[in-house]
């Protein structure tokens, strides 16, 4: 049975991202991060619309208009195009996310 | 900040089901289950996959050839049309899954 939480990297020097199920619509991802933040001045500007929980340890993203704060049981929907970046992640603990990347219901392409 | 394991109703006479998006190709579904059990002799039999990860809880699925016991963390990929059943769910705490139920590539309809 596979486990979200376990096969966790005992180093990390990069985010993990390993992608679960991925089929003609959809990506589900689990994402590690430890301290990991986005780049100085890089916004993730995705072309899928994106669920995100977040299943173990605290994050900080931000958008354009606000700052979030996620703890475990937190759970976001960023729209395709609505741009954001990892502010923060908890320094002291792996933080675990699982991520469904989908389509959405306007795009033609 | 929407939270999967927040809101969760003190009293559970059936299991509960709250869909948190739905999109043309896929369907994000929170469900809460407190000693619930598939009814004699009932089988699910989807014509959508399931993607579902325990987030909180116990419970123990049947398939046709197997028996899993899942765990906080544990996640499955149930194809459409593989035939399982909800045997056991912890009957004293409340269990959470997060269940993402999408078309798969094979189907015409």
Redesign the interface.
Known sequence: ??????SLPAKLPDELTET??E????R?ERIVSQGHASSYGFWYDQSE?E?V?L?QGAARLRFEDSV??????????IPAHQRHRVEWAAPDEKTVW?A?F????KRTD
Request: aromatic share 10%; charged share 10%.
């Open positions: 049975m596979p486990n979200l939480l376990s679960l199920v089929a003609k619509h959809i589900i619309n669920f929980l299943v979030v704060e996620m703890m475990p049981g937190d759970w976001l929907n699982l469904v989908y389509e959405g219901t």
